[in-house]
């Protein structure tokens, strides 16, 4: 478990070295306790995404992953960034090791719940810009949005959607992912 000093930060080797029940993030090193239960409604709205896009990519080569995945942000090394996204989607298969992914996922999906959403909205959203996550996409199981943002030219053009309709998944050329199903 991470010590209480504000000033310190951790990698991945100390991540690794946490035992008990709660699980963790790191954020530029720092670390971030995460929900220790997700709502229902939280679960209906992952696994409603992670299987649309399972059934998408069926015999593709990318792959969909549902947490708990460590995803370690930097492939060249630097191991401070280390998220657990709710749903990600990965095309390159040198990235996905044995137990985590090393570098920027194609798709993150972030399901937010209120003691997290500041975290996923803005510390997330800043990393996965940073190290080049093509597609990023924040989901409210409460309000039934979906914001969808898509990497160009090193940063996120934001487009919402609400409850009902369609998301064109930019960066999965003919994916089309039905939110009334999602939130439904």
């Known amino acids: 478990m991470p010590s209480a000093k504000p000033d310190e930060c951790f ?3 100390d991540y690794e070295t946490w035992s008990g029940d709660a699980r963790f993030q790191l954020v530029r090193g720092v ?5 220790p239960t997700p709502t229902t409604a939280h679960q209906r709205v992952v ?3 992670a299987y649309q896009l399972r059934h998408f ?5 990318c792959q969909v992953f549902e947490a708990p995945i460590d995803v370690r942000l930097n492939a060249d090394g630097d191991d401070d960034d280390v998220f657990q996204p709710d749903v990600v989607v990965v095309c390159d298969p ?18 937010i719940s209120p003691s997290t959403q500041d975290l996923d909205r803005i510390e997330k959203y800043r990393e996965y810009e940073h190290y080049g ?6 989901a409210d199981p409460v309000k039934k949005t979906l914001e969808q943002h898509i990497l160009r030219d090193g940063r996120y053009v934001k487009t919402g959607y609400r409850e009902h309709g369609e998301v064109m998944v930019s960066v999965l050329e003919g994916c089309v992912i039905d939110l009334g199903a999602v939130f439904g």
């Open 11 to 13: 990698t991945y080797a």
């Open 31 to 35: 670390p971030y306790m995460m929900s």
């Open 47 to 49: 696994g409603e995404i």
């Open 57 to 61: 990519l069926r015999g593709k080569p």
């Open 94 to 111: 040198e990235k996905i090791k044995k137990k985590y992914i090393q570098g920027a996922p194609d798709l993150a999906v972030e399901v």
């Open 133 to 138: 996550v093509r597609e990023y996409w924040i």
